[in-house]
């Protein structure tokens, strides 16, 4: 049995104020185990992106535990978390993200330097190689296709080595074939590394090839299939 990477203890959040406040999630409890890939699913508003940002640990919980890689993240201080996320999660979001006036080398190569990395320009370099894109090093943004700036990010992301992947709509804004290509890199990536891979989805092609899907519905997990085929298997036996 593999070992739990992030586990969720009675996660509770409520976001807004006074009469504009909306309870976003709801005594929330998950394990995500080492090596998964877990595609969370639910319709718009269902608190699904808002229950990655907090596996990411971009989003603080108003009551409840969130343990990743045996560290309660929820006790740490901002600098602090700033920086265990720094070594252990990288995040892909939809929209890339990347600086406009930086080269893809830059905006892989710059967050390794904040973080003291040796060589960061040698493992920007290579990641980006890894990704297909070994020719398009000093391209800026604006340079590149949305594919290609999509794959800048993964390279970011994967630079520092993280144990978990954090995906949120990672196709949304690309075409479909552009997307597939997209998806498979995330899979391959994450077999190739053994990392754990978590993403957000409105395909529900690309959230099958998870090997678990959480189905999220009005800030509560509506459906777990990890949980239900350890289910299924233990009445079976």
Same mark, same amino acid.
């Given at each position: 049995?593999? *070992?739990?990477?992030?586990?969720? &203890?009675?996660?509770? =959040?409520? =976001? +807004?104020?006074?009469?504009?406040?909306?309870?976003?999630?709801?005594?929330?409890? %998950? &394990? !995500?185990?080492?090596?998964?890939?877990? +595609? !969370?699913? #639910?319709?718009?508003?269902?608190? &699904?992106?808002t %229950?990655?940002?907090? %596996?990411?640990?971009?989003?603080?919980?108003?009551? #409840?535990?969130?343990?990743?890689?045996?560290?309660?993240?929820?006790?740490l201080?901002?600098?602090?978390l700033?920086?265990?996320?720094?070594? *252990?999660?990288?995040?892909?979001f939809?929209?890339?993200?990347?600086?406009?006036?930086?080269?893809a080398?830059?905006?892989?190569?710059?967050?390794?330097?904040? @973080?003291?990395?040796?060589?960061?320009?040698? !493992?920007?370099?290579k990641?980006? $190689?890894?990704?297909?894109?070994?020719?398009?090093l *000093?391209?800026y943004?604006?340079?590149?296709?949305?594919?290609? $700036?999509?794959?800048? @990010?993964?390279?970011?992301? =994967?630079?520092?080595?993280?144990?978990?992947?954090?995906?949120?709509?990672?196709?949304? *804004?690309l075409?479909?074939e552009? +997307?597939?290509?997209i998806a498979?890199?995330?899979?391959a &990536? $994450?077999?190739?590394?053994?990392?754990? =891979?978590?993403?957000?989805?409105?395909?529900?092609?690309?959230?099958?090839?998870?090997?678990?899907?959480?189905?999220?519905?009005?800030?509560?997990?509506? #459906?777990?299939?990890?949980?239900? $085929?350890?289910? %299924?298997?233990?009445?079976?036996?």
């Amino acid at each position: 049995m593999r *070992n739990t990477i992030i586990e969720l &203890k009675s996660a509770d =959040l409520t =976001l +807004g104020n006074a009469a504009a406040s909306v309870h976003v999630l709801r005594s929330i409890d %998950l &394990k !995500i185990a080492e090596g998964e890939a877990v +595609g !969370i699913v #639910g319709p718009s508003g269902s608190g &699904k992106s808002t %229950l990655l940002m907090v %596996l990411a640990g971009l989003e603080r919980l108003d009551s #409840g535990e969130i343990i990743v890689r045996d560290t309660p993240i929820h006790t740490l201080s901002e600098d602090r978390l700033a920086d265990f996320r720094g070594r *252990n999660i990288g995040i892909v979001f939809q929209s890339f993200h990347l600086i406009a006036n930086m080269t893809a080398l830059e905006n892989v190569a710059i967050p390794l330097e904040l @973080a003291n990395v040796r060589n960061a320009f040698d !493992i920007a370099r290579k990641e980006l $190689q890894a990704v297909g894109l070994g020719e398009r090093l *000093n391209h800026y943004p604006g340079q590149l296709s949305g594919g290609e $700036q999509q794959r800048v @990010a993964i390279a970011r992301a =994967l630079a520092p080595s993280p144990a978990v992947l954090i995906a949120d709509e990672p196709t949304g *804004n690309l075409d479909t074939e552009t +997307g597939r290509q997209i998806a498979d890199l995330l899979f391959a &990536k $994450q077999q190739e590394r053994g990392m754990t =891979l978590v993403l957000v989805t409105h395909d529900t092609t690309l959230a099958a090839r998870c090997s678990r899907q959480i189905r999220v519905a009005s800030g509560q997990i509506a #459906g777990d299939s990890h949980a239900e $085929q350890t289910r %299924l298997a233990t009445v079976s036996a």
